[in-house]
């Protein structure tokens, strides 16, 4: 049986895609397109922001009680 752990990272980008889109539907359609659609940290900081912190809390949540 696998642990959560395991599930969570076995399952970890199909989990960022919608949680993306659930932060996105407060956007209105044209900015999320845009948000969903270019990730340069230059063009889009907002989507990239969003998307690298999303990352980061997952990461975190991950490494608890792993020490």
């Given at each position: ?6 599930l ?37 900081p ?22």
């Amino acid at each position: 049986m696998k642990s959560f752990r395991d599930l969570v990272t076995e399952k970890r980008a199909l989990i960022l895609e919608q949680w993306f889109d659930r932060l996105l539907e407060d956007y209105p359609p044209e900015s999320r397109a845009f948000f969903r659609e270019n990730g340069s940290p230059y063009l889009n900081p907002i989507g990239y922001t969003l998307r690298k912190g999303m990352e980061g809390i997952l990461d975190e949540l991950l490494q608890e009680g792993e020490g």
